[in-house]
C-alpha cells in the first residue's frame, strides 16, 4: 500500500519560513520524481517544485528563490523548505510521487500566512 505523508505545515506571519516533509512508504522512492503541487481556495491545482531520480529540480516562477525542494532516499522523504512566505503562498500543499504510469498523491498540509 503507496502512502504519502506530509506533515510541517502551519501558519506563519508574512517573511516567515515553514518546512513541511513528505515520508513515503510502499514505493521505490528513489526512482520516483517527487514534486509539491498547492491548491488555493477556488483555484486549480498547480506546480510548485520537482525533484528528478538524479535531482534535477524545477520550480514555479512564483516561488524560484524562496522555496527549495530536496529529498533524502535513505529517508524515503522529500521536503520543501518555504522562506519569505507571502499571503498568496497560502494553500493546501500536496506531495507527488511519479514514475512511469504510477502517480500517487497525499492527503495534503494547510499552509497559511497572515499577520
Known amino acids: 500500500q503507496v502512502q504519502l505523508v506530509e506533515s510541517g505545515g502551519g501558519l506563519v506571519q508574512p517573511g516567515g519560513s515553514l518546512k513541511l516533509s513528505c515520508a513515503a512508504s510502499?514505493?521505490?522512492?528513489?526512482?520516483?520524481?517527487m514534486g509539491w503541487y498547492r491548491q488555493a481556495p477556488g483555484k486549480q491545482r498547480e506546480l510548485v517544485a520537482t525533484i528528478t531520480s538524479d535531482e534535477s529540480t524545477n520550480y514555479a516562477d512564483s516561488v524560484k528563490g524562496r522555496f527549495t525542494i530536496s529529498r533524502d532516499n535513505a529517508k524515503n522523504t522529500v521536503y520543501l523548505q518555504m522562506n519569505s512566505l507571502v499571503p498568496e503562498d497560502t494553500a493546501v500543499y500536496y506531495c507527488?510521487?511519479?514514475?512511469?504510469?504510477?502517480?500517487?498523491w497525499g492527503q495534503g498540509a494547510q499552509v497559511s500566512v497572515s499577520s
Open positions: 507527488n510521487a511519479k514514475y512511469i504510469v504510477s502517480n500517487f
Open positions: 510502499g514505493i521505490i522512492f528513489k526512482r520516483y520524481t
